[in-house]
């Protein structure tokens, strides 16, 4: 079993940037870890995804040049760096993982089986 968790959440103005951690443990090989988000009325959505094993990454059309996923493998973490947050980008923010075989890493929620508790972000205006 995998468990993930999530810090470096916050509140910041836009503009203004925000870098997110998630930590693995337990069972720590995933082939992808991926980042999404939820805003309250709306439907969790894939940012961010990264294959594990190095060189893949996949972004979400509306993050791409705003925002970067990288992972430190050393230390089982993957981090999402956001600059340039405007307020569209209030949510709360999750990370997944997964072992499902994939050509590009996978943006799809249901291609997720695990899950951390999330961390809040909130860009003001």
């Known amino acids: 079993q995998v468990q993930l968790v999530e810090s470096g959440g916050g509140s910041v103005q836009a503009g203004g940037s925000l870098r997110l951690s998630c930590a693995a443990s337990?069972?720590?090989?995933?082939?992808?870890m991926g980042w999404f988000r939820q805003a309250p009325g709306k439907e969790r959505e894939g940012v961010a995804a990264?294959?594990?094993?190095?060189?893949?990454?996949n972004y979400a059309d509306s993050v791409k040049g705003r925002f970067t996923i990288s992972q430190d493998n050393a230390k089982n973490t993957v981090y999402l760096q956001m600059d340039s947050l405007n307020p569209e980008d209030t949510a709360m923010y999750y990370c997944?993982?997964?072992?499902?075989?994939?050509?590009?890493?996978?943006?799809?929620?249901?291609?997720?089986?695990?899950w951390g508790q999330g961390t809040q972000v909130t860009v003001s205006s």
């Open positions: 997944a993982a997964t072992n499902i075989a994939a050509v590009i890493p996978p943006l799809l929620p249901w291609q997720y089986p695990y």
């Open positions: 337990g069972y720590t090989y995933t082939r992808y």
């Open positions: 990264i294959f594990t094993g190095g060189g893949r990454i």
